[in-house]
């Protein structure tokens, strides 16, 4: 399996604004997934993009997927306190099970 | 639905002593996956089982750990004996393997295990 790096590692926004974190990987994927942590919880898969879609939806989330550039992005749109946490990627080749984390972005929504 | 179900939540124990962290998965899935969180070297895959057999154990960083899963319900993560560097939060993770691999992963609220 292949490891995500996530860019920025830290980013502060105001609550209503947009957040968008990046993701890049380095050989040929067949998905790509992006998870969130809260303080003291486990991960939470967020959204799966699979390498012939270029984007998708869900609720306020927006992911892109670039594979000619090995690149993702997350969109949070009009963050909420409650949005506050790290954001995970991670690449996956076919046919793997196993996923490697990278050390995240972290977000903070101030009120 | 209940998720997957980590015990102890917390766990504080002298070096030397033997570990033993618990994870119940999600019923109905085929995979089960250790991974070790710390501030220094981030998320780490320990081992994972498909179907209770080890496929991948090279995570694992000492013989001190071991880990089982004897039937599709349970699985364990010891640690004998344990040291102050084994201080950490162990996550249990599971998922189903059908239709196609890279599935989401459901993870546990995780163990932060101390050691003193």
């Known amino acids: 399996s292949q490891q995500g790096e996530e860019d920025p590692q830290a980013l502060s926004i105001q609550e209503g604004e947009n957040a968008t974190m990046n993701c890049s990987y380095k050989?040929?994927?067949?998905?790509l997934q992006w998870y969130r942590q809260n303080s003291g919880r486990g991960l939470v898969h967020l959204i799966l993009?699979?390498?012939?879609?270029r984007e998708k939806h869900s609720g306020r989330l927006r992911v892109t997927l670039d594979t000619s550039k090995k690149s993702s992005s997350l969109l949070i749109t009009a963050s909420r306190a409650a949005d506050t946490a790290s954001y995970f990627c991670?690449?996956?080749?076919?046919?793997?099970?196993?996923?490697?984390f990278g050390k995240g972005t972290k977000l903070s929504v101030i009120p | 639905d209940a998720g997957v179900i980590q015990s102890p939540r917390h766990e504080v124990t002298e070096m030397g002593q033997e570990v033993t962290l618990r994870c119940k998965p999600i019923s109905g899935h085929d995979y089960l996956f250790w991974y070790r969180q710390t501030m220094m070297r981030g998320l780490e895959l320990l081992i994972y089982?498909?179907?209770?057999?080890?496929?991948?154990d090279s995570g694992m960083p000492e013989d001190r750990f071991s880990a089982k899963m004897p039937n599709a319900s349970f699985s364990t993560l010891k640690i004998q004996p344990s040291e102050p560097r084994d201080s950490a939060v162990y996550f249990c993770?599971?998922?189903?393997?059908?239709?196609?691999?890279?599935?989401?992963?459901?993870f546990g609220d995780g163990t932060r295990l101390s050691i003193l």
């Open positions: 993770a599971s998922s189903l393997g059908r239709p196609r691999g890279n599935q989401p992963q459901h």
């Open positions: 050989t040929s994927i067949n998905n």
């Open positions: 089982f498909n179907n209770n057999v080890p496929i991948d």
């Open positions: 993009i699979r390498s012939n879609e």
């Open positions: 991670a690449p996956s080749g076919a046919g793997s099970y196993q996923l490697t």
